[in-house]
């Protein structure tokens, strides 16, 4: 896997600026999800806005004053950036399979093959950021097994943010034996998160 050296700088604008957008347009009247691409973009950006506020908002809490700091540290840079990725692409396909099951089930959606079309081609955007290939390849592979078992009748109402939460808990750059105290609490954290797009998916629906 290559290795990106980063920065606070470049944390802060790359990483972080779907996120503050996201916050500016809370205030913004919301344009209606009618199409895929439209879809495709949501699916997109909520994934990396659950993924950057979480992930970083649990780091900050558990490093507290020192959270900047560690950000000159290239080895803990690695590790996040790690982190990001991985979660990212479990919460890529996460929104993907309940956006479709949730379209099937309540918009009478039958072309759920377009979840597949639509993923690969939010990866293949990804490329341009610097996801690393092999987290590109293991996120399609991924994608493919759980398919293989994907009921799209009930995912949508079945607990179908759960994989992206374990795996914040399992890529945090936190060590072990803290993980283990804070399981509960980073776990209901992205739930929450998700909560909150899973509301705005709902209200902007117009297939």
């Known amino acids: 896997m290559a290795k990106y050296k980063l920065t606070w700088k470049d944390l802060s604008w790359n990483d972080f600026k779907i996120y503050l957008f996201a916050l500016f347009k809370a205030f913004v009247p919301k344009k209606k999800l009618t199409n895929l691409d439209e879809l495709e973009s949501f699916i ?12 970083y908002g649990y780091l900050k809490t558990r490093m507290g004053t020192r959270y900047v700091l560690h950000f000159e540290n290239d080895k803990f840079m690695g590790s996040v950036n790690l982190a990001k990725w991985n979660i990212y692409s479990v919460a890529l396909q996460d929104l993907t399979f309940f956006s479709f099951s949730y379209l099937k089930v309540n918009f009478n959606y039958q072309d759920t093959s377009k979840a597949k079309e639509v993923f690969l081609k939010i990866l293949d955007d990804e490329t341009t950021n610097k996801m690393p290939p092999m987290i590109i390849e293991e996120a399609k592979k991924n994608f493919d097994e759980r398919l293989e078992n994907l009921n799209w009748d009930n995912y949508y109402d079945n607990i179908p943010f759960n994989p992206s939460a374990l795996s914040l808990f399992k890529w945090a750059p936190i060590a072990d034996e803290l993980k283990e105290l804070d399981r509960k609490i980073v776990l209901n954290s992205m739930i929450l998160k998700w909560d909150v797009v899973k509301k705005e998916f709902k209200e902007r629906l117009k297939f």
């Open 44 to 55: 997109q950006t909520k994934s990396a806005w659950v993924t950057q506020v979480t992930l």
